[in-house]
Structure formats: C-alpha cells, structure tokens
C-alpha cells in the first residue's frame, strides 16, 4: 500500500531542511552545528520513514498523526536556545518596550503590578500552561469525530503557525519582559498555591529562547480556536474561557509585552493566508499525480 506525503509531513521535512540551511550557513558561529544538522537529518529520515511505514499498524499512524509532529515542534524549539543568539545577537526588547509605550502611556506589565493578586496570578497561570494541550486536544476531538480531512488541515495550519512564529524569532529576538524588566518590578510574581512552581518551572523547561516576538502562545491558541469553531463547535465553547484567560496570562505572569500579543494576532492572519494557498496548491497537485 503506497502512502503519500501529507501537507504536515512536507512542511514537517522543509521546515527541518530550512534550520540545517541555516546551520550550514552559520556553521563557524553555531558551537553545535554538527549536532543540529545530524539532529535534523535524523528528523527529516524518521519523517520519510513514517511516511512509508504508517500503513502497516495503528500504533505507528498514531505516532504520524500524534507523537512525531508533537516531538518535532518540541525539539525544533529547544534547538532555537543554540541558533538565535549566534544567528542574530541583536534583542529587539527595547524597542518593544518603547512600542508598549508609546501605544499605552505606561509599562502594562509594570502598571499591571497595582491589581497582582496570589489568587488571580494561580488562575492566570494555570490558563496560560493549557496552551500546552491545546493542539493534542483538538485532534483527539477531530478523531473521535471521525473528521480526518479536517485532522489533515488542522494539524498542517497549527505547525505552520507554529513554523511561522519560530522564524519569526530568528528575525526578531527578544528577551520578555520577565528577563528584560526585571530589573524594574517592585516585587517577584507570587501566586497563592501553584503559581510559582508552574512559573519556575516554565522558565526551566523553555530556558532562554529569544522567543517573546511574536505570542506564539497568542497565535496557536487562536488557531485552536478557530478551528474547533469551524469543525468542532462543541470543543470551541469548553476552550473560548481559558484560551481568554490564556492571553490575558501572557502579559499579566511577564511572558510577553503587549505588542507580542499583536504580534500573535498577526502570526495567526498570516498562517491562515499562507496556510490555505499552499494547502490547496498542494491538494490539487495530488490529485493531478492521481
């Protein structure tokens, strides 16, 4: 049975080919350039491998569908600590403080300050770390639906967001205000009983990526939204609360400054025009081979 490339899988392989170019070109800047090229050539053969090999059990379609595209934004991610800074060491976070200012009169993330609450600040936190099942929750939704054209189109729009963002980070690094301000706040962020654990456990887990510009939090959790609207209305109104309370988080817990949030509006606009000309492009280039 032969199996074909799905939209994912493709943007999956020139998305990984994309970081060696990179990593290639900044060889003598990049101190672990050997690791990274092996690493994405691993991840574009173990991509192919999927590919051809899916049809012959569940478990392995479920790592196709499931597993691998969750572990390739994880790792490609992580990879992003060792790029950025040697690619372009130039953070941008004073001029968006400046652009927070300019459009507020005031530092929202200093002037949030006044309303801290160890309550609200557990509540915020809690929302802001859903983010990290929000895509596994839509697809489990498309699947129990019995919706996998939908589950193709999803899971292609969600990591082009997500692709998106990431290069965004190349172009334009920037710290936070959580590193960038702190210097600034007048106290630390408290919560009332898990805030901090989640917190400091987040700063652990994300280390420093350069990776405040655009909210990719904003972006993939708008694009969730939009999707669990179009193709599981149900799934839409369980999320539409905390995804809110989500980017309100992103700003009040110090993750982002409020021009990232725009930013992240911006990054979900241009995932979904450029999502749909290379989906469709793609879909009728597959069904000329047919």
């Not at 049975?1 to 003598?28: E, G, V, W």
């Not at 905390?242 to 241009?270: E, K, N, Q, S």
Request: a positive charge; hydrophobic letters at 50%.
């Amino acid at each position: 049975m032969k199996q074909n490339f799905r939209p994912a899988d493709s943007l999956n392989i020139l998305f990984c080919l994309l970081l060696m170019l990179i990593t290639f070109f900044h060889y003598k800047d990049i101190p672990s350039a050997k690791y990274l090229i092996f690493l994405y050539a691993s991840m574009i053969l173990f991509q192919a491998t999927l590919v051809k090999l899916c049809f012959m059990n569940s478990i392995l379609k479920n790592i196709r569908d499931f597993v691998f595209p969750t572990l390739s934004i994880f790792i490609t991610f992580d990879t992003l600590e060792l790029i950025v800074y040697n690619v372009n060491p130039q953070d941008i976070d004073y001029l968006l403080i400046r652009l927070d200012f300019l459009l507020f009169g005031v530092h929202p993330t200093i002037a949030i300050e006044k309303i801290y609450n160890p309550l609200l600040s557990d509540i915020l936190q809690l929302a802001y770390s859903t983010y990290y099942f929000l895509p596994i929750s839509l697809g489990i939704a498309l699947k129990i639906n019995k919706r996998q054209q939908e589950f193709e189109k999803s899971l292609f729009l969600i990591m082009l967001c997500f692709y998106i963002s990431f290069i965004g980070y190349l172009f334009f690094p920037a710290l936070g205000p959580r590193y960038a301000m702190a210097h600034l706040y007048e106290s630390d962020f408290k919560g009332f009983l898990v805030a901090d654990y989640i917190h400091n456990f987040l700063n652990i887990l994300e280390g420093i990526k350069r990776n405040a510009f655009p909210s990719g939090h904003t972006g993939i959790s708008l694009m969730v939204l939009l999707l669990s609207f179009l193709y599981v209305r149900k799934l839409f109104w369980i999320l539409l609360v905390p995804i809110i309370l989500l980017i309100l988080a992103t700003v009040y817990c110090r993750y982002h400054y409020v021009v990232d949030v725009l930013g992240g509006i911006f990054l979900l606009l241009i995932s979904i025009v450029l999502g749909e000309i290379f989906y469709n492009k793609y879909l009728k280039k597959a069904e000329v081979k047919c």
